[in-house]
């Protein structure tokens, strides 16, 4: 896989913010490249060249604050996403992050606009990111957002740092909106997707190959009635799916009432996980040979075709992203202010950014 | 020729208003502060704003862009001169029912938003208390929520495209139906930004399903802290209901003279909550609100009988702010946000406040989200009054600031907190903000002067904004 993280380059883990800003800032003056890690599982996108200095994160990763009673937490942004969910279920809360996070990281997940299989009922990663601290390519530390969770005070920088692959600046810490988790919560597997519409607003519709499940949540009364009205057959709790595996894996992106459409679309040897009324299908195949079919039928349905990974030389002429988005002249514009050198993962977004 | 010739040759004489009684009329929003606008426009195409953008360049004046005029930050007051640009002719809605979303000018009001999805057995969830006469586009600009927006999210949640005017004229498609539209997210930085990065023409906005089914309960207590502590019990529970709304007693008793709703004005807190969904599940939600509201202390309990009870419990709600004008000429009212943990100190401390000011203060909040609304209510007439009004009005949002909390939570900075914005960020991050602006907006074009505070850029590398003397276009 391209995928990884450079091992000709020098490690360095900063502990503090200061550190950070402080490497940053000499990147710029020599012109290094930092690609920057957290987990290290999603290295995939784009088209970065090879780095000189690889920037581990995993140094800044404490739970700054944490007061259940206000519904939100800050932290480093080097935490493991599977840590601070294990820590926030101590006291039935959640920050709706991926539920099968590997090693990823909180800030790996908010760079890279990942979000929970459960966006359709409680939005995704770009909803919840309250306030963002990031330390820009020629080392300044910029706060933007606050810890409340609800805020209107300038430019809402933190949405604007997700899915931005480091491009304004290196993700040092967030604060992020909590959600109570209720008691009760069931799986239903059904065979038709109709069947999902007993249910007003469920936890998540997601596909994969071989299964169609609804996901529940709420009080045992909302639970029982609502799984029982599914008809299917009912496990307690949750057992979410991890993304498919293979040596390409792809983000596909529609309308989502195209999603069974998308689905039809694919190669009958590809493996995906489509999450429902959402539009977003996440799939891995052995080749990308049908890939730009996909992609030109996504992108005329509004929808876009993304690689998340592929092996070396394997995209032949296939672009990471696809179309240009609108409003690349601003992008680079506004990237250039927060990163002048471009040092920071360049080449991961799209346009070649 | 003159900037009122090229904009009549564009829009027709009936749609550039220039007399003096006309730009009276749009020379502010709902807040007290003036501007004073060169005309008044109505475009009714985004082809005639794009237009409207490329002569106001060339002129070198400011558009403020203004739908309903109901902002409070005075966002919408022309204070720099200018263009006044009214976005209410542009008021096309064009749902699509299968991806549960709508294309809405930005004119659209955000009430006939909602009517027009109700056949589809859908709605739009952000109801600002204004939403009967508040549009799409103010929404978009201030990020607006209302009391539905704790479990469902602000405006911001909301958009998931827009079409919008920026420097130049030039026309962006920003986001779409689909997720996660590749690059860096525009649409995100441009709602919230009060129309100072251009002028936002139509929003594709995302519709929820109408719920099934709905409870509406008021609680009341002897203490402020009996309601803030059910408010926290039930979100510990794990339950996030769709509104948690609490009003103190002095809002109760001008809410119920002006209303005759039933409201009980002998108690020191009322909470209104609110569950929707699946019957099953408001049946069971609303039994653990009642349970949790009487371990609180909570006195008596009403729970919606039908529609028309929901409404009056609501309607005492939604038009607190209206029933307070029957008690005084002027109010002034501050939005702010405190961490939910930190709500009882933080009433305490805006009332000891209000008292070292000798001026009443209302209290009705948005209790699930630690959003205040202090409301002073006062004669204006009176002397030295409407310094008295800012400087205890500062205080207290300086004491929501000294408690993490943020300066604004739904009505923006416009121009009344501009200068406070230097008591919540510092140098760096207000220079950080003013580069966005710069980038989007390099002659100043949009909505100037509002926001940041003026010399936020703190670092120049001769870039290539000019800087905009004050009064320079009036």
Redesign the interface.
Known sequence: MTGGVESGSDHVAPSDIDTLAAILRRATDSSSVVQVVGGGTRQGYGSPPPPDIVLEMGAMADIETW??????VTVGAGMPVAELEATLAT??QTAVLPEVPGASTVGGVIAA?V?SLR?GRL??T??RVLETTLV?GDG?????G????????????P??V???FG??GVIATVCLKL?????ASATVEIDDLEAATK???PLAVLEENMAKRVFLW?????V???SARLGGAITEGHQWPPDPGGPFRW?L?????LTSAAIALLPPDWRYLAIHR???VRAASEDAAEAAGIRVW?EE????L?VVDAPPGGLVGLDP??A?????G??R???A??DPGRIINPGR???GI | MTLIDELRLLLGVDRVLDAAVELYLYSRDASLMRGEATCVVFPETTDEVSTVVRIAEAHRVPIVARGAGTGLTAGASPTEGGIVLVTTAMNQIEIDPDNRTAWVGSGVINLDLTRAAEPYGLHFAPDPSSQSACTIGGNVANNSGGAHCLAEGATTSHVLGLEVVVAGGEVLLLGGKAPDRPGLDLKGLIVGSEGTLGVVTRALVRLLPLETDVRTLLLDFDHLSGATKTVSDVIASGLVPAALEIMDQKMTIAVENWLHAGLPTAAAAVLLAEVVGDPEAVEAEAALIDRIGRENGAGTIQIARDEAHRDTLWKGRKSAFGAVAQVAPDYYLHDTVVPRSRLVETMEEIQAIADRYQLDVYNVFHAGDGNLHPLMAFDASQPGMMERVHQAGEEMVAACLRRGGALSGEHGIGLEKRDMMRAGFTELDLDAQARLKEVFDPAATFNPAKVLPQGSRCFDFGGTRREIPDGAWI
Do not use: C, H, M
């Open positions: 007061d259940p009673d206000d519904l939100t006291r039935s606009g979000s966006r939005l995704g770009r909803e820009t300044r530390i910029v706060r933007g606050g810890r409340v969770v609800k805020n209107v005070t300038g430019y809402d920088l949405r604007l997700v899915g931005a491009s304004l959600w109570s988790t209720p008691p249910v007003t607003r709420g009080t045992r009364e909302e029982a009635a609502t983000s992106r529609v309308p989502p009432a959402v539009g977003e996504a349905n509004g929808g876009s993304v992203w696809g240009p988005p609108a409003g690349l601003i992008q514009r506004l990237i202010q927060f977004l799209p346009g």
